[in-house]
């Protein structure tokens, strides 16, 4: 296994200057055809998934394009290849190619410590702030973990300057320089790439890569692009898609995850990659920057899908599928999934964009290796798809039949028939703080009780004497909290392992 991983990353070295091995043009009509007959066949049968957009890269050109399902099920409007999804952590990539390039017009310098985009910055010991780089964020190795960050990032919304340098003062923990896939690590890049710049990190990403490769689709801000054309997110319930609320706004995109943008625009950053930065014939990106954030930065042995993934670059994974190096990153939240892949030695890439992220999520994997596997001529491309596909349903079902007989059963019970509370719903509404976590609330609503925390609002269903459950999304397990009171008067709660004491009302 490791020899077959040395050879692996040899070749992978040597990618940009491998010549490619299948001519460039457009796809064999026959081959289009079969990806279109292979993606509606295997939608209709599954059922998982309403909506996908495919774009398939060969050599410097997109070859393949077309919109599958439905972007808004209720008002039947359909998938077309300018429809924008939301991308999530396939933003990962974006960033690391923007600091790459930034670094390659010597803007920036990759081995920039934190401490000189924080100055002043002082870590506990043995962390230090020195030591700590811009590539050590960026190839998920900083040597540090920090969930306080990690969880305010994603549903509180950006940090302001203290908090963000308080927190990671006071909640950053060592782990030793391995590599640990974070959030954390690419907020904290964007935001190091902003102070080194002066410049906001969005505007970075959007004039370093999105303008420099055309990709006049892609959005950093919920409320930039006509909504007429976005793909609504779902989830699969009982053979139903069920539409869930918008749960990301401006504050809570970061550079971790994600933008919205189309299957075509990614396509554009997946051509340029597979060709040292160039399209439509000039140089849009250098090919030195290209090749830095291809470049291996910190080898590891995970498996994804069908990819075993063996190293790790600026924002791309490289795995190993059959035989082939293939780099890639995805992206997941429930309602959507994003799949960007592409294989230098055969010049090849595909872009996969769903609006179901739940049970649905690998469908965009199985689609996305029946179209490698078609293309390199393997003869059993559609029996293993097919079989891949099969899969992925009986394993939706037997989620569904736990769910049931589960979490989702019984939160469905207790809205009917609420088990009674031993504390009066009055008295939990207050604000609630944690030192870690910042602050929520909760409020009544027609006399129940709702709590909101960032981005996200619930109503707390009791199911115990001082327990209430809080389902966040409806596609997710619910949330537990428990609260602490002493004289009929709540002093606090517990969100799992998470203390918030009250503060006010």
């Known amino acids: 296994?490791?020899?077959?991983?040395?050879?692996?990353?040899?070749?992978?070295?040597?990618?940009?200057?491998?010549?490619?091995?299948?001519?460039?043009?457009?796809?064999?009509?026959?081959?289009?055809?079969?990806?279109?007959?292979?993606?509606e066949s295997k939608m209709a049968d599954v059922r998982l998934v309403p909506g996908l957009s495919v774009a398939v890269v060969r050599g410097d050109r997109i070859v393949y394009e077309q919109g599958f399902g439905l972007r808004d099920v209720e008002r039947k409007l359909p998938v077309t290849p300018q429809t924008v999804f939301y991308t999530a952590s396939l933003m990962k990539a974006f960033t690391g190619m923007t600091a790459s390039?930034?670094?390659?017009?010597?803007?920036?310098?990759?081995?920039?410590?934190?401490?000189q985009a924080f100055p002043g910055l002082t870590l506990s010991a043995p962390l230090s702030a020195d030591r700590i780089t811009l590539r050590g964020l960026l190839r998920q190795a900083p040597g540090f973990t920090n969930g306080a960050i990690n969880f305010l990032s994603s549903f509180v919304g950006r940090m302001a300057e203290a908090d963000l340098r308080r927190a990671l003062e006071s909640f950053s923990v060592p782990n030793?320089?391995?590599?640990?896939?974070?959030?954390?690590?690419?907020?904290?890049?964007?935001?190091?790439?902003?102070?080194?710049?002066?410049?906001?990190?969005?505007?970075?990403i959007a004039e370093t890569v999105f303008r420099d490769l055309g990709m006049s689709h892609s959005f950093l801000a919920v409320d930039s692009f006509s909504k007429s054309q976005q793909?609504?997110?779902?989830?699969?319930?009982?053979?139903?898609?069920?539409?869930?609320?918008?749960?990301?706004?401006?504050?809570?995109?970061?550079?971790a995850g994600g933008f919205f943008s189309t299957a075509h625009d990614i396509a554009r950053f997946v051509v340029a990659t597979l060709n040292k930065g160039r399209l439509d014939g000039r140089q849009a990106l250098p090919a030195a920057a290209v090749f830095e954030a291809q470049r291996a930065q910190v080898m590891l042995n995970a498996r994804f899908f069908e990819y075993d993934r063996f190293a790790y670059g600026l924002g791309l994974y490289h795995s190993n599928y059959d035989g082939k190096v293939l780099l890639h990153h995805f992206g997941a939240t429930r309602g959507y999934r994003s799949h960007m892949s592409f294989m230098p030695e055969k010049q090849l890439g595909v872009v996969v964009l769903q609006n179901e992220g739940g049970d649905g999520s690998e469908f965009a994997d199985v689609v996305a290796t029946y179209i490698y596997d078609l293309l390199l001529g393997k003869t059993d491309a559609?029996?293993?798809?097919?079989?891949?596909?099969?899969?992925?349903?009986?394993?939706?079902?037997?989620?569904?039949?736990?769910?049931?007989?589960?979490?989702?059963?019984?939160?469905?019970?207790?809205?009917?028939?609420?088990?009674?509370?031993?504390?009066?719903?009055?008295?939990?509404?207050?604000?609630?703080?944690?030192?870690?976590?910042?602050?929520?609330?909760?409020?009544?609503?027609?006399?129940?009780?709702?709590?909101?925390?960032?981005?996200?609002?619930?109503?707390?269903?009791?199911?115990?004497?001082?327990?209430?459950?809080?389902?966040?999304?409806?596609?997710?397990?619910?949330?537990?909290?428990?609260?602490?009171?002493?004289?009929?008067?709540?002093s606090g709660l517990d969100w799992g392992n998470r203390p918030f004491r009250r503060t006010g009302r």
Not at 11 to 25: E, H, Y
Not at 104 to 110: E, S, T
Request: net charge positive.
């Open 382 to 490: 559609l029996a293993t798809a097919t079989g891949r596909a099969a899969a992925l349903k009986a394993k939706a079902a037997r989620d569904q039949a736990a769910r049931d007989g589960g979490w989702l059963g019984e939160l469905e019970r207790l809205k009917v028939n609420p088990l009674p509370s031993s504390l009066r719903v009055k008295l939990l509404a207050g604000v609630y703080e944690s030192e870690r976590l910042g602050r929520m609330r909760i409020t009544l609503k027609a006399g129940r009780p709702w709590v909101s925390y960032g981005a996200l609002s619930a109503e707390l269903v009791p199911s115990g004497p001082d327990e209430f459950l809080v389902n966040w999304l409806p596609s997710d397990p619910p949330e537990r909290f428990r609260f602490r009171s002493n004289d009929s008067q709540v």
């Open 231 to 255: 793909a609504l997110p779902y989830f699969t319930n009982r053979a139903r898609f069920e539409l869930l609320p918008v749960s990301k706004s401006d504050t809570t995109i970061n550079g």
């Open 1 to 39: 296994m490791r020899n077959q991983r040395v050879l692996v990353f040899c070749i992978l070295l040597l990618q940009p200057f491998l010549v490619p091995s299948l001519a460039q043009g457009v796809l064999d009509p026959g081959q289009s055809d079969a990806i279109t007959a292979f993606v």
């Open 176 to 204: 030793g320089g391995e590599f640990v896939y974070a959030n954390t690590n690419y907020v904290l890049a964007a935001e190091a790439m902003e102070r080194l710049t002066h410049r906001p990190w969005q505007k970075l």
């Open 101 to 115: 390039v930034l670094d390659a017009r010597g803007q920036i310098d990759l081995d920039t410590s934190l401490r």
